[in-house]
């Protein structure tokens, strides 16, 4: 995941074109995110305003998946994990789900409780 700040990046490329003098405003770059990055379930607002993006390497039921399969696989369905566990534990070192960010980990948990 990675952690996009709109304000810091609105002046650049692929936002501005400084050499043609034009640039999309901060309503036209929420629309672009929005349209490409989060309805297609790659993204998620950091919050209400819009300031920031955190862009997802693995959607959260991916994620979700890939726990789903760890935990399986390692007998480790019944215990307890803390977020924090699962993010920086021992037992996930060396794995795709290591050192994820929480929020990615709090969306993968939400897909589990959903139902379609």
Known sequence: ????KV???ANDAP???NAIGR???????D???TESLINAGKAEWADEKHNGVFV???SPQQLADDLFKWAQSTGESSPVFTLEEIDVGDETRGQCRHD???QLHTG???TFFCCD
Do not use: H, K
């Open 1 to 4: 995941m990675m952690f996009f």
């Open 7 to 9: 304000s810091e990046y």
């Open 15 to 17: 936002f501005a074109n």
């Open 23 to 29: 640039s999309l405003s901060t309503s036209e770059i």
């Open 31 to 33: 629309f672009v995110i």
């Open 56 to 58: 997802w390497i693995l």
């Open 100 to 102: 994820v960010p929480v």
């Open 108 to 110: 993968a948990f939400n």
